[in-house]
């Protein structure tokens, strides 16, 4: 992973610019970038940043001032800041207030439900080309009791489920599977 700078070098990169080299002038060339797009070309750019609760206070302040644009009718750009809920309380402290300020739409993802962690899975099954179920209903059960519904455990558990599966020649995943995946992730 590189650092911050590295960061934004790439994003005036992906911006098809040479990027500066004093922070400010980097700045300043990503702005510019973002409001040609926007007003010449009539390309609203988004910026997805994942991760972010992991940010540290200084990079969230510093993108408070990236994307600080004279407010006209409509924002040249659209960023997206996904992360933990914890997320939510950063941004709320006093320093992030101005970043905080200028979020208009916030989401927050709860945990699915046991039906939801099911349909989930089935339907990336189908996705990677099962032609019959793959968890057998115990198993489904079974992954949306140990992952409590998060997403990205769900996600990890299955794949492990599966790879459990292929060492031990199972044509179906059974619950012990799912119990064997479960313990060896430490669930």
């Known amino acids: 992973t590189g650092g911050v700078m590295d960061f934004y070098r790439g994003l ?5 610019e040479e990027p500066k080299y004093r922070k400010v002038d980097l700045f300043r060339q ?23 609760h ?18 006209d009718s409509t924002n040249p750009f659209v960023l997206i800041l996904a992360g933990l809920p914890h997320l939510q309380g950063k941004l709320r402290l006093n320093q992030h207030r101005p970043l905080d300020q200028r979020i208009i739409m916030r989401c927050r993802m709860g945990p699915l439900e046991k039906e939801e962690v099911a349909g989930c899975i089935e339907h990336r099954m189908k996705q990677a080309g099962a032609k019959h179920p793959i968890f057998t209903p115990s ?30 020649k199972k044509d179906v995943i059974d619950e012990e599977v799912v119990r064997m995946a479960a313990e060896e992730m430490g669930y």
């Open 139 to 168: 198993a489904l059960e079974a992954i949306a009791l140990q992952s409590r519904g998060w997403p990205r455990v769900i996600n990890t558990l299955a794949t492990t489920c599966l790879l459990y599966g292929h060492q031990l």
């Open 12 to 16: 005036a990169l992906g911006l098809g």
């Open 30 to 52: 990503i702005q510019q970038a973002i409001e040609r797009l926007h007003h010449e070309r009539r390309i609203t750019p988004v910026f997805i940043l994942d991760e972010m």
């Open 54 to 71: 992991l940010a540290k206070d200084a990079f969230l302040q510093d993108i408070a001032i990236l994307f600080n644009f004279e407010m």
